[in-house]
């Protein structure tokens, strides 16, 4: 199966390959480097390079895991690097704490900082230093009438 693949026989066989790999390591998460080794040694062929024909996109494996909800994307500092999970298999809709998962971005990634505006950071900035300068005034007025 070297040449024809469609998207849906690609994802499966990948689905496929992180299945074993979870029957082995019992664990959910594979790192793309396993991945495609795996998937090399399976089907002699290049998986990056399927999916760069598959999307004709520069991030082509990534991009195809992410575009689809079938798969959840760890990344790591290392650019191009990152861990791939089923999310139908074994990665849950709540964390250990019994919290709701963090929504996720359009683009995969989970958004776990807290969404606070930046207009209204600034605006709090912008009412603190206006107090502190009306204050200042005050003093100098204050100041300017207890001299002779």
Sequence with gaps: MKDGWSKH??????EHLIDAN???TQTPWISRQQLCQHFQQRYQTDPEAI???LTRHP???RYLL?????????GTSQPGEYYVARRDKGV?????SGHPKPKQRPNGKVNERPNVSRSSQTTHRRKATASNALNHLKAM????DTQP
């Design 59 to 61: 991030k082509g494996l």
């Design 22 to 24: 979870q029957q082995d």
């Design 92 to 96: 849950p809709n709540r964390l250990k």
């Design 66 to 74: 992410v575009k689809g909800d079938r798969f959840a994307i760890y």
């Design 141 to 144: 007025l204050a100041s300017l």
């Design 9 to 14: 026989n690609f994802l499966e066989a990948i």
């Design 51 to 53: 999916a760069h024909q």
